[in-house]
């Protein structure tokens, strides 16, 4: 059953800036810990960031300073804006709990390209 659907994703230049939106259910939105993941071609998936039930959020490195994870209650939307994008941040983005279910959304592509 899948509870997330990723949107937002596209095709960028360096430099550029997006929003990802993850819709969910209003019950996951509230009463978990969520996170961004991302999974480049032929690497594994990673956490990219994260935002706890009480709103603290955490970062991986590589992106810290440039992405903000934020949550819209009103519309049940998990939110990732990034800025700032290098080749590096191309990958499949998805959102998820924290620690991740087995049911992932489709996710969304970004790419990141001159």
């Known amino acids: ?8 994703g596209e095709s960028v230049q360096p430099g550029g800036s997006l929003k990802l ?11 978990n810990n969520l996170a961004w993941y991302r ?12 935002i706890s039930r009480g ?3 955490n970062y991986r490195d590589s992106v810290k300073g440039r992405f903000t994870i934020s949550r819209d209650d009103a519309k049940n939307t998990l ?11 191309t990958a499949v983005y998805y959102c998820n ?3 991740a279910m087995d ?5 969304t592509l970004v790419t990141v390209s001159s």
């Open 79 to 89: 939110l990732l804006q990034m800025n700032s994008l290098t080749p590096e941040d």
């Open 39 to 50: 999974q480049a071609p032929g690497k594994q998936r990673d956490m990219v960031a994260a």
């Open 21 to 31: 939106s993850c819709s969910t259910s209003r019950t996951m939105l509230l009463l």
């Open 97 to 99: 709990r924290l620690p």
């Open 103 to 107: 049911s992932w959304g489709q996710g």
């Open 1 to 8: 059953q899948v509870q997330f659907v990723e949107s937002g």
């Open 55 to 57: 709103g603290s959020t």
